[in-house]
């Protein structure tokens, strides 16, 4: 049997969603010192093995509709005066060559998404602006109606993509900006299909045949990501990991589970994995642990540092060296070097 200890230290390890920035920007902790508190900082990140991480800014509601922008460049100033604070650890990534540099000199490469695109304002220019920025990764929606789309908690409403929400995803495309489908109404998921030129990525949504949560993506919404050359990473949230609990809890975000739900595990997220494999094979699928933005997580993955436990269960579940390289970061990043720009 292989090494999995071995193989977690040798892969390139990548976290497609975390949300440490709202504890940053609010000052409760730092990025650089190790907590006792949330899921990842620095020493974790490193001791879980993560080479890069996608951290988002996420706007919050309280900041919606009108200053997505400024919480945005609040959270932006936090990452960057971290990232500074810590240069010799860690570095901003806007490019492959970035990541790649930075690994090199074994420093988590730290990218910057947004969850939620309420940041642009409902301007185009202002999404020029984000790619100037550094901005690699969009995520259109967070739970509700924006300018852009309808979020999954305005399911009902069966609204997709708004015009502006069809000029921003073409936008996207031409500037190098992911397009990230993860909390998007199940309408305007099909219309990113129609509509996006480039591989897209649901950055933290697990398998809706294994748990049954809007949040997740239906088999068919993962063939059509598969075909159009995405990835969606593995959400630890255990509302969207347990097959129990997707109807017991709140139903679109990752809130804490009742007292007397049963717990999710480790196993239970290899579930996922294994379900999308068996689907499409393992180059649609990745890691997009979602810590420091779910109340609770599953046993055996209670913070950053348990990220090994994901190849080791890969290695005891029979999946070969090289599945196992794709999964735990080689998918994102072929999705990066098709869309982001090369300088």
């Known amino acids: 049997m292989m090494d999995a200890a071995k193989l977690h230290r040798d892969a390139v390890v990548v976290d497609g969603h975390i949300d440490t920035l709202v504890s940053i920007v609010k000052q409760q902790r ?41 919480r945005f460049m609040q959270m932006a100033d936090a990452f960057l005066s971290e990232i500074a604070a810590n240069a010799d650890h860690a570095g901003h990534a806007k490019t492959v060559d970035d990541i790649e540099r930075l690994i090199e000199e074994d420093k988590l490469a730290a ?15 202002v999404l020029r602006m984000l790619a100037r920025l ?17 979020g999954i908690g305005e399911a009902r409403t069966r609204g997709g ?32 299909v129609d509509v996006c030129e480039a591989p897209f990525i649901a950055s933290h949504s697990n398998a809706r045949a294994v748990c049954d949560h ?52 480790l196993g239970m997220v290899l579930d996922h994995i294994d379900h999308i494999v068996n689907l499409v094979g393992p180059d649609y699928v990745g890691l997009g642990s979602d810590f420091d933005g779910i109340g ?9 540092t348990c990220l090994p436990g994901i190849t080791a269960g890969l290695v005891e579940r029979g999946y070969s060296e090289p599945a196992i390289r794709a999964i735990l970061g080689g998918n994102f990043l072929r999705v990066f070097r098709e869309v982001w720009p090369e300088h």
């Not at 951290?55 to 309280?62: D, L, N, S, T």
């Not at 550094?134 to 309808?150: M, P, S």
């Open 134 to 150: 550094g901005v690699r990764v969009i995520g259109l929606t967070w739970n509700q109606r924006n300018a852009l789309a309808d």
């Open 111 to 125: 990218v910057m998404a947004i969850e939620g695109a309420e940041a642009i304002q409902g301007d185009i220019a």
């Open 214 to 265: 809007p949040r997740n993506l239906t088999d068919d919404q993962i063939r059509a990501l598969a075909a159009a050359g995405g990835v969606m990473g593995m959400n630890f949230a255990p509302n969207f990991v347990h097959p129990e609990l997707g109807a017991r809890v709140h139903p679109v975000s990752g809130s804490l589970a009742p007292d007397d739900a049963p717990r999710a595990t």
């Open 161 to 192: 993509l708004t015009e502006l929400g069809v000029r921003a995803v073409r936008e996207m495309n031409q500037l190098g900006i992911v397009v990230d489908v993860a909390h998007l109404a199940d309408p305007g998921f099909w219309d990113v």
């Open 296 to 304: 609770d997580t599953p046993d055996g993955l209670e913070n950053a």
């Open 30 to 70: 730092t990025l650089g010192k190790r907590s006792d508190e949330g899921h990842a900082d620095l020493p974790r990140l490193r001791e879980g093995g993560v080479n890069v991480q996608l951290f988002a800014h996420y706007i919050e509601p309280a900041y919606k509709p009108d200053r997505g922008l400024l």
